[in-house]
């Protein structure tokens, strides 16, 4: 059981350039989310799923984008990278609300640097 | 936006010693858990645990949701319990919020 993966692990981006990270959840978890952790710090939300076809800004969007069009993958997109967006960003799925203990499961995180 | 605060901030222990880590927040929570993050960088969840006493191994959790607060155990400590502990709170169905961490580094 694969759990959450994603790609790619470590990533260098100069400034202007755009990607994409790619997460993946094998558990059937309606809930998917992206945070991003900089250095010293907790992490913070940037977007999140409630299910295929719907997203919603977490507390630091800007500069990224999300989409949800099948319950396993949930991309974020990062137009015109800029150094501040140098964090590392994990992934995460937890079950519909409600369920078994709501236990939230990360990925291992991507290393994105901007120069 | 609920705030979560996580105290002491960074703690260095001797091996065998017990700690007490805190994670305050600031609004009602439908739930709360317990992460450690290794020196490599990966989340483990510890502790699911919205109201009420979890104990495992060594590692126990309390939380009381009516004063706000959850305390994390950590008892005998070792060297492979040093990371980041993270609390992280259910706000809103289904949006977890995560403190700032404690750092622990338990030296042998």
């Known amino acids: 059981n694969a759990g959450v993966t994603q790609t790619p692990k470590f990533r260098i981006l100069k400034i202007g350039q755009s990607m994409t990270l790619q997460c993946a959840q094998d558990?059937?978890?309606?809930?998917m989310y992206w945070y991003r952790q900089d250095p010293g710090m907790g992490l913070k939300l940037i977007y999140y799923s409630v299910g295929a076809g719907i997203t919603d800004k977490g507390e630091v969007p800007n500069g990224y984008n999300v989409s949800r069009s099948t319950t396993e993958d949930f991309p974020l997109r990062l137009e015109l990278a800029a150094p501040s967006q140098t964090s590392v960003y994990f992934c995460?799925?937890?079950?519909?609300?409600?369920?078994?203990?709501?236990?939230?499961?990360f990925g291992e995180g991507s290393w994105l640097t901007v120069v | 936006g609920i705030q979560v605060e996580q105290s002491p901030p960074d703690l260095i222990l001797q091996e065998g010693a017990n700690s007490t880590l805190r994670c305050n927040f600031s609004?009602?929570?439908?739930?709360l858990q317990w992460f450690h993050q290794n020196p490599w960088g990966q989340l483990i969840n510890l502790f699911y645990?919205?109201?009420g006493t979890k104990q495992n191994g060594r590692l126990s959790a309390t939380t009381v949701a009516t004063e706000r607060y959850s305390l994390l155990y950590i008892s005998s400590s070792q060297t492979t319990d040093s990371g980041v502990y993270f609390c992280a709170v259910e706000y809103n169905f289904n949006k977890f919020y995560f403190g700032s961490g404690t750092k622990l580094n338990v030296k042998p």
């Open positions: 609004d009602s929570v439908n739930n």
């Open positions: 995460a799925s937890s079950p519909f609300w409600g369920g078994s203990g709501n236990t939230i499961y």
């Open positions: 645990i919205p109201s």
């Open positions: 558990m059937n978890h309606n809930y």
